[in-house]
């Protein structure tokens, strides 16, 4: 285990309607589901923020919506531009360790799966399937970084001050 850093972190799987959001223990062992934010309600940014000091993370992993080939979408696009406001949220609110974004293809999926596994229907999992989506990135991104010793991931950087519209606000998403 040594290269891993201890410590809480928010994992954040952004859609268009709702953001799921989960966290993990101080140690890493285990993420767990959070909340479910709408995107299109109140300041989704300000919300996923408020969390991450009610832990006391000290990062904040954004799932990477690429293609099954790997390259990007425009899902992609968009979290790129979500985590790129939540970075500069988070650096605004004394957040020392940048935003990482973490490559979550089939974290839907597998969250579905999951919930199918536990007897849930589709319809009846709508509320929760974003929330087992972050568990699923940031379990991956944690147990990653205890084989590897190194954070999974690319930082996000941060946009200039003033740039704090959310993409799916603007569209009227």
């Known amino acids: 285990m040594s290269g891993f850093r201890p410590g809480v972190r ?5 859609g268009k309607a709702r953001i799921g959001v989960a966290r993990c223990d101080m140690h890493g062992m285990l ?6 934010v709408p995107r299109a309600k109140g300041d989704p940014v300000a919300r996923i923020i408020e969390i991450a000091l009610e832990h006391d993370a000290f990062e904040l992993v954004v799932g990477l919506p690429l293609g099954m080939s790997g390259g990007e979408t425009p899902s992609t696009a968009d979290a790129r531009a979500f985590a790129g406001l939540l970075a500069a949220a988070w ?3 004394g957040g020392a360790h940048p935003v ?5 293809r089939l974290s839907t999926v597998s969250a ?4 199918r596994g536990a007897g849930r229907s589709q319809r009846s999992s709508r509320s929760i399937v974003d929330q087992v989506a972050a568990v699923v ?4 991104a944690i147990d990653t970084e205890k084989l590897t010793g ?14 704090v519209a959310d993409p799916a606000q603007a569209d009227g998403a």
Do not use: K
Request: aromatic content about 0%.
């Open 150 to 163: 190194t954070p999974l991931g690319e930082t996000v950087p941060t946009p200039p001050p003033g740039d």
């Open 10 to 14: 928010i994992g954040v799987d952004v």
């Open 31 to 36: 993420a767990t589901p959070v909340e479910t």
């Open 137 to 140: 990135l940031l379990q991956h």
């Open 112 to 115: 579905h799966s999951a919930l």
């Open 100 to 104: 990482r974004m973490v490559d979550e």
């Open 91 to 93: 650096h605004a609110a």
